[in-house]
């Protein structure tokens, strides 16, 4: 199935190109060229090149010539041919640098250098609901560039967040597939404080998503510029645009990385004789000593000083010596069908160091292949990304494999539409699969005994407890090996354009995402029987998740005497998620062995089993007015109305308003000529915003109790809980 998927993408991209050109009109003989059909015109093709300022070829920088709708852009080495006289004007422009005009002059131009811009005040970003140029934003919005993005090798894009965005807090887990906490307004805040994401218009998983098909990130900061999401905003909004066919040939690409990841070298940790030291101190401080005056501990005897012992555990014995006869080899058993477990543990009197026993070097690499075309009528682009990255924790990974298809499609100059389509499965087991009340596995390392060696005599996994192996760090990890954690998601939108009455543009645009997800664990508690059975447990759940979002909106834009330019936008949105998820467990399973976890093959009086669901709806206004003068003067208001079932009745509704505006005092008369200042604004904005995420949708039925037929809370006021059942 992967290999035929792979062939339908690429199949897929040469059909969507073949059928764009045919729609184009333009006749065989220009597209072969690149030109535009100039026939009847005294213009002649006009060759040039177009580098940055090291010499470095420009692909698909736009040329236009200037008082016409003739544009090329150009190939991958820099070269455009494009029709033109003497004394015609070129504008030539490219992402990220500087635009020039050039004025044609005998035949041919010599090589056009662009300039990188630092800031780019011209360059289109999305900003909740509406496109906006750089110069034009009045509230705190913060861009990333992807390249910026992507230097930093890591698997998921919060992580490479990581110092791009003053005030921006990213503390990662380091977990391979783990969250990471994200805050725009610092540390302060309790409960939920994740931002909202918004890809390609609609409320998504970051962390699904391949960086390498990022085309630009926007941070959200203040209330002026994220009110407009309402309900959701308050925590900040981080906006994502990805990439989108660019008018060419079909453009071939492979981008890959491959990283290693070391462990810390060392931590400074007690030894065997240190820990006995520091407990025989710690025994005489509390004065807990035996009838002798001195401390007695199962290990390190019961004299003036600690003593490290030979054996550990033979049997129940512990604290033993060489030629001890209860150390024999002959009386060790761990299968608890031949007899009673007799395990015996050599102490390890150097210290094991279980730090870098659960901790090792791991390789991770990420490979991106993507491929883009169109013209002017018709654009695509379609990824194929894998990741592999390995955790430094034994048996930790995160296998991603993505594949997305954007396309774009125009009717005419009115009809247009579209899509942004990913298809990405994860493999991602936890730790926290393994987590219960010993706590997880790294602060074993940090509070395992170091006398205790990894396995027994026989190369068993060694524990300080029989009734347990959760004392083991290694062994945990070892035996979540094979745990499963799979995600299969769908996430994406359809959305279609059209324009109307020459300053209206009227947008619908319908997107969601559908998670299935399986888990199963796994644990061996210990060598002995849990009724005649090996002592195990297994929990086996899946279930999905599906959200939809639909949302309309009308914009109309205009510029009133070449000064005064207003946009207004005003819509509806509507927002529906539901989830379900079932699951079950059973202990004392007849073998652990791995083709055998099946539920039905554990002892069915142990059985326990769950099953839940959730739904929620928000339904929202959208409207929100901008104003400019003379490109200095920026003013933006926005009103949103959201409804949300979380809520009461008699508070599921909330207005959101928020006002901003800014002042380029670089454009004013008595700073135009400072050349050491390029761009000065001045912002001020005021907003109101919320958040729901804090709150269960079931609140209103659980907040006094657990369940519906056990409630507790203070009825008389006294601060003593009242329990009320079955009411």
Same mark, same amino acid.
């Given at each position: 199935?992967?290999?035929?998927?792979?062939i339908?993408?690429?199949?897929?991209? %040469?059909?969507?190109?073949?059928?764009?050109?045919?729609?184009?009109?333009?006749?065989?003989?220009?597209?072969?060229?690149?030109l535009?059909?100039?026939e009847?015109?005294?213009?002649?093709?006009i060759?040039?090149k177009v580098?940055?300022?090291t010499?470095?070829?420009?692909?698909?920088?736009?040329?236009?010539?200037?008082?016409?709708?003739?544009?090329?852009?150009?190939?991958?080495?820099?070269?455009f041919?494009?029709?033109a006289?003497?004394?015609?004007?070129?504008?030539?422009s490219?992402i990220?640098?500087?635009?020039?005009?050039?004025? @044609?002059?005998?035949?041919?131009?010599?090589?056009?250098?662009?300039?990188?811009?630092?800031i780019? $005040?011209?360059?289109?970003?999305?900003?909740?609901?509406?496109?906006?140029?750089?110069?034009?934003?009045?509230?705190?919005v913060?861009?990333i560039? &992807?390249?910026?993005?992507?230097a930093?090798?890591?698997?998921?894009?919060?992580?490479?967040l990581?110092?791009?965005?003053?005030?921006?807090?990213?503390i990662?887990?380091?977990?391979?597939?783990?969250?990471?906490?994200v805050r725009?307004?610092?540390?302060?805040? !309790?409960?939920?404080?994740?931002?909202?994401?918004?890809?390609?218009?609609v409320?998504?998983?970051?962390?699904?998503?391949?960086p390498?098909?990022i085309?630009?990130?926007?941070?959200?900061?203040?209330?002026?510029?994220?009110?407009?999401?309402?309900?959701?905003?308050?925590?900040?909004?981080?906006?994502i645009t990805?990439?989108s066919g660019?008018?060419?040939?079909?453009?071939?690409?492979?981008? !890959?990385?491959?990283?290693?990841?070391?462990?810390?070298?060392?931590?400074?940790?007690?030894?065997p004789?240190?820990?006995?030291d520091?407990?025989?101190?710690?025994?005489?401080?509390?004065?807990?000593?035996a009838?002798?005056?001195?401390?007695?501990?199962p290990?390190?005897?019961?004299?003036?000083?600690p003593?490290?012992?030979?054996?550990?555990?033979?049997?129940?014995?512990?604290g033993?010596f +060489?030629?001890?006869?209860?150390?024999?080899?002959?009386?060790?058993?761990?299968? !608890?069908?031949?007899g009673?477990?007799?395990?015996?543990?050599?102490?390890?009197?150097?210290?094991?160091d279980?730090f870098?026993?659960?901790?090792k070097?791991?390789?991770?690499?990420?490979?991106?292949?993507?491929?883009?075309g169109g013209?002017?009528?018709?654009?695509?682009?379609f990824?194929?990304?894998?990741? #592999?990255?390995q955790?430094t924790?034994l048996?930790?990974?995160l296998?991603? %494999?993505?594949?997305?298809?954007?396309?774009?499609?125009?009717?005419?100059d009115k009809?247009?539409?579209? +899509?942004?389509l990913?298809?990405s499965?994860?493999d991602?087991p936890q730790?926290?699969?393994?987590?219960?009340?010993?706590?997880n596995?790294?602060?074993?390392?940090l509070?395992?005994? &170091? @006398?205790? &060696?990894?396995?027994?005599?026989?190369?068993?996994?060694?524990?300080?407890?029989?009734?347990? $192996?959760a004392?083991?760090?290694?062994?945990?990890r070892?035996?979540?090996h094979?745990?499963?954690?799979?995600?299969?998601?769908?996430?994406?939108?359809?959305?279609?354009?059209?324009?109307?009455?020459?300053?209206?543009t009227f947008?619908?645009?319908?997107?969601?995402?559908?998670?299935?997800?399986?888990?199963y664990n796994?644990?061996?508690f210990?060598?002995?029987s849990?009724?005649?059975l &090996?002592?195990n447990?297994?929990?086996?759940s899946s279930?999905?998740?599906?959200?939809?979002?639909?949302t309309n909106?009308?914009?109309?834009?205009?510029?009133?005497?070449?000064?005064?330019?207003?946009?207004v936008?005003?819509?509806?949105?509507?927002i529906?998620?539901?989830n379900?998820?079932?699951g079950?467990?059973?202990?004392g399973?007849?073998t652990?062995?791995?083709?055998?976890?099946?539920?039905?093959?554990?002892?069915?009086?142990?059985?326990?089993?769950?099953? %839940?669901?959730?739904?929620?709806?928000?339904?929202?206004?959208?409207?929100s007015?901008?104003?400019?003068?003379?490109?200095?003067?920026?003013?933006?208001?926005?009103?949103?109305?959201?409804?949300?079932?979380v !809520?009461g009745p008699?508070?599921r509704?909330?207005?959101?308003?928020?006002?901003?505006?800014?002042?380029?005092?670089?454009?004013?008369?008595?700073?135009?000529?400072?050349?050491? $200042?390029?761009e000065?604004?001045l912002?001020?904005?005021?907003?109101k915003?919320?958040?729901?995420g804090?709150?269960?949708?079931?609140?209103?039925?659980t907040?006094?109790?657990?369940?519906?037929?056990?409630?507790?809370? #203070?009825?008389?006021?006294?601060?003593?809980?009242i329990?009320?059942t079955?009411?």
């Amino acid at each position: 199935m992967p290999k035929l998927f792979v062939i339908w993408v690429f199949l897929s991209a %040469f059909v969507l190109n073949a059928w764009s050109q045919k729609n184009t009109g333009q006749k065989n003989d220009s597209l072969k060229s690149g030109l535009p059909n100039t026939e009847g015109t005294s213009r002649k093709a006009i060759t040039g090149k177009v580098t940055d300022v090291t010499g470095l070829p420009l692909w698909g920088a736009g040329i236009v010539l200037m008082g016409t709708n003739i544009r090329v852009a150009t190939n991958p080495d820099g070269s455009f041919a494009i029709p033109a006289k003497k004394g015609d004007v070129l504008h030539i422009s490219s992402i990220g640098y500087k635009s020039r005009q050039i004025e @044609i002059g005998n035949g041919f131009i010599r090589d056009v250098l662009l300039e990188q811009s630092i800031i780019n $005040l011209d360059e289109v970003l999305v900003t909740g609901y509406i496109t906006q140029k750089v110069k034009e934003i009045t509230g705190s919005v913060a861009v990333i560039k &992807p390249k910026d993005l992507t230097a930093v090798p890591a698997g998921q894009v919060e992580q490479m967040l990581q110092g791009r965005v003053a005030g921006l807090n990213v503390i990662t887990s380091g977990m391979p597939g783990g969250g990471s906490n994200v805050r725009v307004h610092g540390i302060g805040n !309790f409960g939920d404080v994740t931002p909202l994401y918004i890809i390609d218009g609609v409320q998504g998983n970051i962390n699904n998503l391949n960086p390498g098909d990022i085309e630009s990130l926007q941070v959200l900061k203040d209330a002026g510029a994220y009110s407009i999401y309402g309900v959701r905003g308050a925590n900040g909004v981080i906006v994502i645009t990805t990439k989108s066919g660019k008018i060419g040939k079909t453009k071939l690409s492979y981008d !890959f990385n491959i990283g290693r990841t070391t462990p810390l070298k060392g931590l400074d940790l007690l030894n065997p004789k240190e820990t006995g030291d520091l407990t025989w101190l710690a025994l005489k401080n509390s004065g807990q000593v035996a009838a002798n005056g001195n401390p007695n501990d199962p290990y390190y005897g019961n004299g003036p000083m600690p003593v490290l012992p030979d054996y550990l555990i033979a049997g129940s014995h512990t604290g033993l010596f +060489e030629g001890d006869p209860r150390v024999n080899p002959d009386l060790y058993n761990v299968d !608890f069908t031949g007899g009673d477990i007799y395990q015996i543990i050599r102490a390890n009197k150097t210290g094991t160091d279980w730090f870098h026993e659960i901790f090792k070097p791991a390789i991770s690499q990420n490979h991106t292949i993507t491929g883009s075309g169109g013209n002017d009528k018709n654009k695509y682009l379609f990824s194929l990304g894998y990741l #592999d990255q390995q955790g430094t924790l034994l048996y930790t990974y995160l296998k991603r %494999f993505t594949a997305r298809i954007n396309t774009t499609f125009s009717v005419n100059d009115k009809i247009s539409f579209g +899509e942004n389509l990913q298809l990405s499965h994860r493999d991602n087991p936890q730790v926290a699969t393994q987590q219960g009340p010993n706590g997880n596995e790294i602060d074993g390392a940090l509070s395992t005994e &170091p @006398i205790l &060696p990894v396995y027994d005599i026989r190369g068993n996994w060694a524990s300080l407890d029989v009734h347990s $192996l959760a004392g083991n760090p290694v062994a945990r990890r070892f035996l979540a090996h094979d745990d499963k954690a799979n995600y299969w998601d769908v996430f994406g939108d359809g959305w279609a354009e059209i324009n109307f009455l020459k300053n209206f543009t009227f947008r619908t645009q319908f997107g969601g995402s559908l998670t299935y997800h399986y888990f199963y664990n796994y644990i061996m508690f210990s060598y002995l029987s849990n009724n005649g059975l &090996p002592n195990n447990s297994f929990t086996e759940s899946s279930g999905y998740q599906r959200s939809y979002t639909w949302t309309n909106t009308v914009n109309f834009s205009k510029i009133f005497n070449n000064d005064h330019t207003v946009k207004v936008l005003a819509g509806t949105e509507y927002i529906s998620n539901y989830n379900r998820q079932l699951g079950g467990n059973r202990t004392g399973f007849f073998t652990n062995d791995v083709n055998y976890r099946f539920l039905t093959n554990g002892n069915p009086s142990t059985q326990t089993n769950y099953s %839940f669901a959730g739904i929620s709806t928000l339904s929202s206004f959208i409207s929100s007015a901008n104003y400019q003068f003379k490109n200095k003067y920026y003013f933006t208001a926005t009103l949103r109305n959201d409804g949300s079932s979380v !809520f009461g009745p008699e508070n599921r509704y909330g207005w959101f308003p928020s006002v901003s505006a800014a002042w380029r005092l670089t454009q004013e008369n008595f700073l135009q000529q400072q050349s050491w $200042l390029t761009e000065l604004k001045l912002r001020a904005s005021w907003g109101k915003s919320g958040f729901y995420g804090n709150t269960d949708p079931q609140n209103q039925y659980t907040l006094y109790g657990g369940t519906v037929a056990d409630s507790y809370y #203070d009825i008389y006021g006294i601060s003593s809980r009242i329990y009320s059942t079955g009411f």
